[in-house]
């Protein structure tokens, strides 16, 4: 486990893809991160979740007081959330703010889906980091937090995530899970800046790399 920050007050932590945070409420026995972190570091209280496919940066509270301060600053949308995705396609913008409403947990799947006359108003910025062969690294810094926010956005802005299947995406041979990282987070806590980054874990960075690679040729 990647620890990126420990102190009094909080714990940071770089996800791996493919771990809830925590439990799931119909297995209360599933592997989570809560689960792997609490043995050494004590109660640990949830201030935010990432989905279970998604990695990077988590933060958790060490205290209740902690976590009524950090909990404000998220509901405040006093954090400033960034996310690295690779997605289907090449857009012809540079920055793109996607602002359509959004509806959780339709059907089985528990998709969001797009709903101008009933969701909840959300906004994703986006912004151009590279093009590459048939896909494109974005950055995707949300201003609200909706639930699979920034996938349902890149979808609906008709370039889905790599290996995004539930949101229409075909199957990707350079990434078995939705290709969205959590890059950092920033924000000001007791008095004092705080930035954390978690690097691209290793599946993420090899469909990077291959994505250069076929628009470039092997290096």
């Known amino acids: 486990m990647n620890i990126l920050h420990v102190d009094p007050s909080l714990l940071a932590v770089d996800k791996p893809a493919n771990l809830a945070t925590i439990p799931g409420g119909w297995d209360a026995g599933e592997t989570s991160l809560l689960k792997l972190l609490e043995p050494e570091y004590g109660r640990l209280w949830v201030v935010h979740r990432l989905d279970k496919v998604t990695s990077g940066v988590v933060i958790f509270a060490r205290s209740a007081e902690a976590h009524r301060a950090l909990s404000i600053l998220f509901e405040a949308r006093a954090v400033s959330k960034t996310y690295r995705a690779l997605v289907n396609g090449v857009p012809d913008w540079d ?125």
């Open 95 to 219: 920055n793109h703010t996607a602002r359509h409403r959004l509806r959780p947990d339709m059907g089985h799947t528990h998709r969001t889906a797009i709903d101008h006359a009933n969701g909840k108003a959300a906004a994703t910025h986006f912004r151009m980091l590279d093009r590459l062969a048939g896909c494109s690294l974005l950055e995707a810094t949300p201003e609200t937090g909706r639930t699979h926010q920034v996938r349902a956005h890149a979808a609906a802005l008709g370039f889905p995530l790599l290996g995004d299947t539930l949101y229409g995406a075909p199957s990707s041979d350079l990434i078995a899970r939705p290709a969205l990282h959590a890059w950092s987070l920033k924000f000001e806590f007791e008095g004092k800046p705080f930035s954390f980054t978690a690097p691209y874990p290793e599946d993420f960075g090899n469909a990077l790399k291959q994505g250069k690679d076929g628009l470039h040729g092997p290096r």
